[in-house]
């Protein structure tokens, strides 16, 4: 890898975070009147706030890491990420696809759902980010998905929309 792709990825990657929770959260999700929630209990924006700034807390680890501590070949140069070099170009472009998914998910949660539309989010995020069998994807996928969806409705109390599979239930 080299120190600059990883370096403007992280950065990408904070800033596509930060325009999560500032921006499309307090957007897509709804936060219900005093009247409606008890007293004590979290909004529905907690946990996808939580996320994105342990996310974006990871983003600027990977800039510090990959800028102080990280061991490249000594042959690199650090200058300006070169879209020449195919491979530079191809990490950058996948990660930033990947991360961009991330941000259309809750458009296209209303309408499919969770547990759907974050299966194929989960199968093309992985996909993004390099791995090879689909088989494996799907397996994550569905593991991920049911556990989160556990996680939000059972656990937090919080309900999730279903999408067209609510019509079935």
Do not use: Q
């Not at 959260?25 to 219900?32: D, G, R």
């Not at 556990?147 to 999408?163: C, Q, R, S, T, W």
């Amino acid at each position: 890898m080299n120190k600059t792709v990883d370096i403007t990825v992280g950065a990408v990657f904070a800033i596509i975070f930060l325009a999560m929770l500032f921006i499309v959260n307090p957007w897509a999700i709804a936060v219900p009147t005093a009247s409606v929630t008890e007293v004590g209990s979290v909004t529905p924006r907690f946990f996808p706030n939580l996320i994105c700034i342990f996310a974006f807390i990871f983003s600027i680890i990977t800039i510090v890491y990959s800028y102080k501590f990280a061991h490249y070949d000594s042959n690199e140069k650090f200058d300006v990420l070169d879209f020449k070099n195919k491979e530079h170009l191809h990490t950058f472009l996948t990660r930033l696809a990947a991360m961009t998914l991330l941000v259309i998910f809750p458009f296209i949660a209303g309408s499919l759902g969770i547990i759907v539309g974050g299966a194929i989010l989960y199968i093309l995020f992985a996909l993004f980010c390099g791995e090879k069998n689909w088989l494996k994807a799907g397996l994550g996928s569905l593991i991920c998905i049911a556990l989160l969806y556990y996680f939000f409705v059972h656990i937090a109390d919080i309900p999730m929309p279903l999408g067209f599979i609510e019509k079935f239930l």
